[in-house]
């Protein structure tokens, strides 16, 4: 299967203009700390930038894609054995962790319109209440944020911790599966219509897209599972190849959860990496 042209480059590398001009914009407004802090309050204006550039530039060192094989796995260690599986052993597409890096440059996104909250209460009662004005922008945006890096903390503990039930999507005999935080969503091949690559953004010359596969569902209204496979463990096209491949040949599912299927996606995997 050849690699979709709507994804953009196969090959990418870690978005150099945002880690270099992050950094520019955290050492420029260094800079000006000093001679901000003798304004008071207003020092924590460039404070601000300096964090948000910092946070811009740890973003952009991501690696894009992810570089590992799906794993064969044991499918009752994915879910809460209170019911049997449909499948016994699968192919298992781990969600990828955020990791440190990721973590910090949301919670650094999370302070900064935090740090714009306290400010304007600063000025605001010091005899400029028009700043308090800047409250109905900087407050909704700093809960927005703090509450998504709490999140992703969350998610970055849970995909982390020993004992705890990984989360991404499973490929088996029978059909595919979601392996969410809640109870496990199950779809059958008889129930997969289609599994077409999609893209979401992007810049001709700066932002590649980002890739995401369609996944349509018969039924008796048709419905649609969006799947961003860049937020795996496992590079876009094996995760594409594998649905594709699968779902247009019926007979070589008989290969699934067992050591056959296995080669097969780490062939995909070698493949591509």
Known sequence: MSWPRRWGPSRRSRPLFIVIGGAATALVFAAMIPAAAREGAAVLAPVSLVVLGAGASLLGLRQPFGKKAPEFVDSVALTNAESMPPDSWVHFIRQRRAGLLTTLALWSFAVVPAVLVVAAILIGTSGRPQALLGLVIALPAAVVMVWTAVHQSIAEFRLGSFGRRPVGLTIGRSGIAMIRV??????????????TALSMGGHRRYTP???????????????VLTLTPAGTDVHPWVVLAALSHYLDHPADRAELGTTFGQRRVERWNAAIS
């Open 182 to 195: 809640g109870d496990p969503l199950y779809v059958p091949w008889s129930s997969v219509v289609s599994v």
């Open 209 to 223: 897209p980002l890739p995401l596969i369609e996944v349509r569902l018969r039924g008796e209204e048709t419905e």
